[in-house]
């Protein structure tokens, strides 16, 4: 039996997809209070028959805080793809981050462990990779640099990638994908899939850096290869192009037919600009519309390497531009236009 963590979530939903379109029958683990109405909505853009396919799937009840609803949850499972997580910039969340992503992975890892998990699967992030100077390609043999500024997410992901690495001390058989930022239809108001509502919103500013990109179907087909081939304890990095913020954005507005953000964000322009926003959000008690984690990281130059992915398993990743121009229109689809 095959278990999906996060099948409410973006990722998460494209790989229930793909799993159960092959013929498989999953469990897909949801919090007790979540919906299922992000998952239907991205079955529904691959089939017309979402109910068939729903079917396939047997939502068992878990959260990652909650070690005994895990035991409960991996009794039977024998290939477990861990894509739950919190994925967030905001500094407000900092707590939940540490709390969901580190000990939550623990847990899960510790559950799997007990159950005799055959293969587990662990979602990462580039964030979770070292950096490197100068525009050098990051790899997974990149070390982990503390004293560049990391996003406490990319900390949370780091660590839990220690404890998954445990795990795998102790016997437990499973690989870590770290993919670059996921591109794909989802909900359009968070995560990822958030940068396309935000291109059409009319963004105005670009930042300078650049950063690895990927379209969702790729990841999906590197963590199920991996997963149904004989590696283990490795990890990989899963990007298609590295590119700037200011060409996808481009090409995002260029799907969309709206005008592109204009003007570039210089450093110290964000700097003073997370901080002004930080403390309207506390005035207004709404979210802040631009944070310090997300500018930073932003400005900076990541460039990353897929060689060891292109060498293992058999994967032919789909441009940016590609990706781009297909969720540009499932968004455009979903506003009426
Ligand atoms: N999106 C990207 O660009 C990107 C890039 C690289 C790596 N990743 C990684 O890919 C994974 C999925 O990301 P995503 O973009 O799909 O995120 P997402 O849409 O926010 O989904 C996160 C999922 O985690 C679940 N979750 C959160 N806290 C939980 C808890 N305490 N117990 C059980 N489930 C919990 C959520 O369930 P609820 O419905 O209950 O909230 C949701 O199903 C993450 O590990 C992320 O780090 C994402």
Redesign the pocket.
């Known amino acids: 039996m095959i278990l999906v963590?996060?099948?409410?979530?973006?990722?998460?939903?494209?790989l229930l997809y793909r799993l159960v379109s092959a013929g498989h029958m999953v469990k897909a683990?949801?919090?007790k209070?979540?919906?299922t109405y992000?998952t239907e909505k991205i079955f529904s853009y691959y089939t017309k028959n979402v109910p068939a396919l729903l079917e396939r799937i047997e939502w068992v009840e878990?959260?990652?805080?909650?070690i005994y609803s895990l035991l409960d949850a991996f009794e039977g499972v024998d290939y477990l793809y861990?894509?739950?997580?919190?994925?967030?910039l905001d500094t407000g969340d900092d707590r939940l981050l540490l709390e969901?992503?580190v000990q939550?992975t623990a847990n899960v890892v510790q559950a799997a462990l007990e159950r005799n998990v055959r293969k587990m699967c662990?979602?990462?992030?580039?964030?979770a990779l070292g950096y490197e100077e100068d525009h050098k390609l990051i790899d997974e043999e990149t070390p982990w640099d503390t004293s560049t500024k990391k996003s406490v997410?990319s900390v949370s992901?780091y660590e839990?990638e220690r404890e998954v690495w445990r795990g795998m001390a102790e016997g437990l058989q499973a690989v870590i994908?770290?993919?670059?930022?996921?591109?794909g239809p989802?909900?359009w108001n968070?995560?990822?899939?958030r940068l396309f509502f935000t291109v059409y919103n009319g963004l105005k500013f670009y930042p300078r850096g650049t950063n690895g990109f990927?379209g969702?179907d790729d990841?999906v087909t590197a963590i199920i290869r991996l997963m149904e081939s004989d590696v283990t304890e490795e990890r990989f990095t899963v990007v298609a192009e590295n590119l700037s913020y200011r060409q996808l954005f481009d090409w995002i507005a260029e799907a969309m037919n709206v005008p592109a953000p204009k003007y570039k964000l210089g450093k110290w322009l964000g700097e003073i600009g997370w901080r002004v926003a930080e403390a309207a959000a506390l005035l207004t008690g709404k979210q802040p519309v631009i944070n310090r984690d997300a500018v930073r990281s932003s400005d900076r130059f990541y460039a990353y390497s897929s060689k060891k992915l292109l060498e293992t398993i058999d994967i032919e990743m789909m441009p940016v531009k590609k990706s781009v121009k297909i969720t540009a229109k499932l968004f455009l689809e979903d506003m009426g236009k």
């Open positions: 963590t996060g099948g409410t979530g973006f990722l998460g939903s494209h683990m949801k919090r209070n979540s919906g992000l878990g959260d990652l805080l909650d861990h894509t739950a997580a919190v994925v967030s969901t992503n939550g662990y979602a990462s992030t580039i964030g997410y992901k839990a994908v770290n993919p670059g930022v996921i591109l989802g909900d968070h995560g990822s899939p990927v969702v990841v």
